[in-house]
């Protein structure tokens, strides 16, 4: 008689969690979608300052990236304390820079060719002088199209701290 | 008498799986930071080219020294007041004969300072002991500069702001680039950038004593 069965289960019932791939799979799609691969293991440090003018940099077929910075603890043995450039997955001397590019360059569909951006990925902290020496480096490799990437925000709150 | 039912799939592991995948994808993402300061090079010169005559008055001076301290045209300033210092120097329109003479600038008219914003040149000389976050706060506080400049020009000629103006630009989609909206608002983009070109000049860094 169930008047009386009912006693009996009276126990609290298991949570259900049929729905828990569900969520865990609505999950992985976003990240999925939003996962970019990182092309470049990073050897230096490279906190991107703010900006507020930004502009939104060209396709990604169309960019170079060069980052600057001072290397990361592990490599600080090897490439000293002050500010490296990086090229690809690498530290690179300065001299090497109009090489890369131009190898990047001709990498590139013709037409993306005269559309090609240099990215500079340029730790915060830095000094601007190697940055100086990169940009020259690129005027005679005739890269002239730049763009100092970094972060939305307000600069000014960059040079508080 | 119990019920009988096709037996079902166990998916209790289903979330392990999930997860495990979950994971990979959250350790290797990277959010990519996709937008920057744009601005060009000047191409390589000559060894021994002269350099242009640019009257004295025509060329505001910012340095940043290695102390990462402003200096504009001779005098200590603080990066707040950097963008309303170049607006008004861009836009002070002291030309007086018809050629220099500059009909739309609303400055000051100070025959002291730039005679138009054609002529003017803004140049940005920075210590090699500078530091980056210094160097692109100051680019970017003088970017801002011509950007109001260049919105309050298209808002008085086709009222609609620059900068909404270049957006709607660049997200033109790419099938319909060969219609007269689209050519009319390049040519609209340009006429606007020619009265306030983006006369920035990067000096060699120097160290001064």
Known sequence: ?????????????????ASLPDIVFMLLFFFMVATVMRDDELQIENQLPKANQVEKLAEKKKVVTIYI??????FAKQYGVTEVIQLGDKISPISDVQTYVNTKRNAMDEDDKDEMMVSLKV???SQVGILTDVKQELRDAMALKISYTSIEGDPLRNLKN | MARRSAPEVNAGSMADIAFLLLIFFLVTTTI??????????PPPLPEDTPPPPIKEKNIFQVIVNAENRLLVEEEDMDIKNLTNAAIAFLDNGGGTDPRNACTYCRGAKDPESSDNPKKAIISLVNDRQASYKMYLAVTNELVRAYATLRDREAKRLYNETFSSMTNRYSEWPATEKESPEYLELEERIKKVRELFPRNLSEAEPQNRE
């Open chain 1, 1 to 17: 008689m169930s008047k009386f069965n009912k006693k009996k289960n009276a126990e609290v019932p298991a949570v259900n969690t």
């Open chain 2, 32 to 41: 990519e930071v996709d937008s920057g300061i744009a601005s060009k090079l």
């Open chain 1, 123 to 125: 730790d915060q902290n």
């Open chain 1, 69 to 74: 910075g001072k290397p990361s603890p592990n």
